[in-house]
């Protein structure tokens, strides 16, 4: 099975600074197709999750251009360049290459 | 618009097992499968099975070692989660998520249910 692993798992963030979250999968996601098996999602307090980035670059729609997701094969990193209150809770990479699909542990983004 | 309704919240004894449906609404059913996400309190994300709705194909998490059976009703356009065996360690918030198109590369949850409390305890 994929293990996926994510840094750091608590994240300070000061609204207006720029925050970076990675990620790293156990074996590589980048499919013959070209696309990376990589999935961003946030949760925030109270809610169900939701989609920023998927297939490792392309931003869900809905989702602000301040997010942005890069990374190929093993490592990936979501950027958010200027943090928003709003942007609080808890962020989940997820392998989407092949079943068990795997969500990584963690990062939870609070403001300092 | 894509909806997807849950059923209501279950307090359930060890050993018995529960059944959570997912209802779905605002598109065409088959064309999009549905994946079993679960969240134990305070706890990360947990991939547990997804169904292709048109097939009725299944995945499951082999972690669950055939306690987990995912299912379809395509009359009425709902999608089930059924758990069997509870232990307490199954207590936990279970989501069903939409993914996208079968017909597009990966796997992603544009769309989720609100989700539903399964209580396991004595």
């Known amino acids: 099975d994929i293990v996926m692993t994510q840094s750091p798992l608590s994240l300070p963030v000061t609204p207006g600074e720029p925050a970076s979250i990675s990620c790293r999968s156990s074996?590589?996601?980048?499919?013959?197709?070209?696309?990376?098996?990589l999935d961003w999602y946030l949760q925030k307090p109270g809610q169900s999750p939701q989609l920023l980035i998927y297939?490792?670059?392309y931003r869900a729609s809905g989702v602000p251009d301040r997010f942005s997701g890069s990374g190929s094969g093993t490592d990936f990193t979501l950027k958010i360049s200027r943090v928003e209150a709003e942007d609080v809770g808890v962020y989940y990479c997820?392998?989407?290459?092949?079943?068990?699909?795997?969500f990584g542990p963690g990062t939870k983004v609070d403001i300092k | 618009q894509v909806q997807l309704v849950q059923s209501g919240a279950e307090v359930k004894k060890p050993g018995a097992s529960v059944k959570v449906s997912c209802k779905a609404s605002?598109?065409?059913?088959?064309?999009?499968?549905i994946h079993w996400v679960r969240q134990a309190l305070g706890q990360g994300l947990e991939w547990m099975g997804r169904?292709?709705?048109?097939?009725?194909?299944?995945d499951s998490a082999q972690k669950f070692q055939g306690r987990v059976t995912v299912t379809r009703d395509t009359s009425i356009n709902t999608a089930y989660m059924e758990l069997t065996s509870l232990r307490s360690d199954d207590t936990a918030v279970y989501y069903c998520?939409?993914?996208?198109?079968?017909?597009?590369?990966?796997?992603?949850?544009?769309?989720w249910g609100q989700g539903t409390l399964v209580t396991v305890s004595s």
């Open positions: 169904i292709n709705p048109n097939s009725g194909g299944t």
């Open positions: 998520a939409r993914a996208q198109s079968m017909t597009d590369p990966g796997e992603y949850f544009h769309h």
């Open positions: 605002g598109y065409s059913f088959t064309g999009y499968s």
């Open positions: 074996q590589s996601l980048l499919q013959r197709n070209g696309y990376n098996y």
């Open positions: 297939l490792g670059s």
């Open positions: 997820m392998q989407a290459l092949q079943p068990p699909f795997a």
